[in-house]
């Protein structure tokens, strides 16, 4: 087994609330990603931001939609490709559902805080849910190991999706445990797409509370940018307006990039957010493996594409599904 960094260390556990990746590719954003596009969207009243009776979408609730019943169902993806002395094997893709739903909420701390438990649906087993919460400074999500039980902090690292699919890539490959060594670099860093760590934060007023991870600050506009984590250090900037077209339908967007001292290079992760939610991640990273003595024997390039597929929001003042 290969020994981590220290920085890598204190997000490994974080790993069990990583989202995999999507079945199928959303179609290219980038052709339309203008904000004059976007707000077409937005002042046409897209069905993303209407409830069915006429009211705006989150109006005077906040940007994120936070309600006990609300559910995203997402597609994933995976596909992973090992570069060897004989150049590129062929890419190992692997396909996986995963759905996020807010089972509860409680008030702690003079905060109201909500119950998100993500899983995968084909597997029957308790949910592990965390907390998140929102004001008019940002939205934020509690930190996965200071609310982790002390078995669930014992979890094994890399998700069992993942694990899938870098086994079916290695099958039959050399240096197996060199690239093992370099999928569990490359699924930290993934790890950090939706849970930075612990959040060593210092409390400040309307901001996140100490054990919490900044998802998204207010007010949202191109070139914002906002310290996710302090140490080790992520942050997202917002980077666009878009309308994004998901199997789940149209939305208009916000593009962010996020960074980290933990990531390499050639290292990239961008996130879509709407009044409706997340609506899709994508990472790419690479990561070089490399044997017993530190010689460089190939690299493994890991991508995940995470997009929306069917979504759920309940009105919190109308118990019936909002029709989307």
Not at 46 to 71: E, I, K, Q
Request: glycine letters at 8%; one cysteine or more.
């Amino acid at each position: 087994m290969s020994q981590r960094t220290p920085a890598a260390s204190a997000v490994a556990l974080c790993l069990m609330l990583v989202l995999p990746a999507c079945s199928r590719f959303a179609s290219d954003p980038e052709s339309s990603d203008t904000p004059a596009a976007a707000a077409r969207m937005l002042g046409s009243a897209p069905a993303d931001g209407m409830w069915p009776d006429g009211r705006r979408l989150g109006a005077g609730r906040g940007f994120y939609p936070l309600a006990v019943g609300n559910r995203w169902v997402y597609d994933i993806r995976f596909r992973t490709t090992l570069i060897t002395p004989g150049g590129p094997q062929p890419t190992v893709e692997t396909t996986t559902p995963w759905t996020v739903e807010i089972i509860g909420e409680r008030v702690e701390n003079e905060h109201r805080y909500f119950m998100l438990a993500e899983y995968d649906p084909r597997i029957v087993g308790p949910q592990v849910p965390f907390r998140v919460r929102q004001d008019r400074s940002g939205y934020y999500s509690s930190d996965a190991i200071t609310t982790a039980s002390p078995a669930a902090r014992s979890a094994p690292a890399m998700p069992s999706a993942l694990q899938a699919n870098v086994e079916q890539a290695l099958a039959g490959a050399p240096h197996a445990a060199a690239f093992r060594r370099a999928t569990e670099t490359l699924a930290i860093r993934l790890a950090t797409l939706t849970n930075a760590g612990a959040a060593a934060m210092r409390p400040v007023p309307g901001g996140p509370e100490p054990g919490e991870t900044a998802q998204l600050r207010y007010p949202l506009r191109i070139g914002a940018r906002w310290v996710v984590r302090e140490s080790p250090l992520f942050e997202r900037v917002v980077v666009g307006l878009q309308p994004l077209r998901l199997p789940a339908g149209m939305f208009p967007a916000w593009r962010l990039r996020q960074t980290s001292e933990l990531f390499g290079p050639d290292d990239s992760a961008q996130l879509w957010y709407s009044r409706s939610g997340l609506l899709r991640i994508a990472f790419r990273g690479k990561a070089d493996a490399t044997d017993e003595a530190g010689n460089i024997v190939g690299q493994v390039i890991i991508e995940q594409d995470q997009v929306l597929s069917t979504l759920r929001l309940v009105d919190p003042d109308d118990p019936r599904p909002a029709k989307h």
